[in-house]
């Protein structure tokens, strides 16, 4: 496994993370009356600087999502903490926009009135949260869309309403759980690009998880690899030495490719040991 493991982070310790996970456990009560509990994730620890783009890679079902829904708030650590900027998370995470894989627009509403929902909500003046909209709808090259239903747009479109939908209300934290995983991929790649410049301009601390390397090690600047589950944990992490700005055609370059070979070396392990596990539990389904 690669030193950078084990490497001193570059963070300032004076400043408080963004994301603080400390010893986290998940667990799911059991579907059978008295059994044991389903532990999903186990003792994961994960700091996230302020500004610092952190992809999370593993095992289909190893609980990359699971950790990313307590760091929203959305589940509650069965043991350990999480501390969003230094204080204990209770409840929702307001400091956090979560895009999902899945689509959250409202099919009967335009793409403008979609992205100004986050304003709506919070009481912004009707004609405010439109004008905002629109300026943001501008930023994900979406302008001559503005008055388009979903239906009347592509599937790379209405990503890129999502994101404007999630970044309107300018979020501290930007959590993404395989927010393009859908898509073809070319349509990947410029969503890819478009997000790293929004994230350049802008630069916020983002948890993203998604089942492809190539797209970790393109976007992130540091690639976090979680164990099979159950009680999956966090196995390794790498920093991603390539400098920025950076685009996705930073593929092409060999440094990323020995990167690549390095990481897949331990997480194709876990990949196999998942799909064996699978396969049993399919068996004795």
């Given at each position: 496994m ?5 490497a001193?982070r ?13 010893g ?11 059994g044991?509990?389903?532990?999903a994730v186990d003792?994961?620890?994960?700091d996230i ?6 992809a ?6 190893c ?6 829904n307590?760091t ?18 209770s ?6 926009g979560?895009?999902?894989?899945a689509e ?10 979609n ?9 912004t ?13 501008a ?14 747009l ?20 930007l959590l ?5 995983g859908?898509?073809d ?12 410049d929004?994230?350049?301009a ?23 690899i ?5 009680a ?16 996705i055609d ?7 490719h020995?990167?690549?070979?390095e990481?897949?070396a331990?997480?194709?392990e876990?990949v196999?040991k998942g ?10 389904a």
């Amino acid at each position: 496994m690669s030193p950078v493991v084990n490497a001193i982070r570059t963070q300032a310790d004076a400043a408080p993370c963004a994301v603080s996970l400390e010893g986290v456990r998940i667990a799911f009560p059991n579907a059978k009356p008295g059994g044991a509990p389903f532990i999903a994730v186990d003792q994961a620890s994960l700091d996230i600087a302020d500004g610092e783009f952190v992809a999370i890679v593993g095992p289909t079902g190893c609980g990359k999502s699971t950790l990313l829904n307590a760091t929203a708030g959305l589940l509650t650590p069965a043991f350990g903490r999480v501390s969003i900027f230094g204080e204990p998370l209770s409840g929702l995470n307001r400091k956090a926009g979560y895009l999902f894989q899945a689509e959250a627009l409202f099919p009967w509403k335009t793409a403008v009135e979609n992205v100004a929902i986050g304003l709506d909500i919070v009481g912004t003046p009707k004609d405010e949260a439109r004008a905002e909209a629109r300026k943001w709808l501008a930023r994900v090259g979406l302008s001559a869309f503005a008055d388009r239903y979903p239906h009347m747009l592509s599937g790379g479109q209405r990503k890129r309403v999502g994101l404007a939908q999630v970044l309107i209300r300018h979020p501290k934290i930007l959590l993404m759980d395989e927010p393009f995983g859908p898509l073809d991929a070319q349509t990947r790649q410029i969503m890819g690009n478009l997000l790293l410049d929004l994230w350049s301009a802008d630069r916020k601390a983002v948890l993203f998880v998604t089942h492809d390397l190539e797209e970790a090690i393109a976007l992130a600047d540091r690639v976090v690899i979680m164990g099979a589950g159950p009680a999956a944990r966090i196995i390794g992490e790498w920093r991603v030495p390539i400098p920025r700005p950076r685009d996705i055609d930073v593929r092409l370059d060999p440094v990323f490719h020995q990167l690549h070979r390095e990481i897949w070396a331990a997480l194709k392990e876990e990949v196999v040991k998942g799909y064996k596990q699978s396969e049993s539990a399919e068996q004795g389904a």
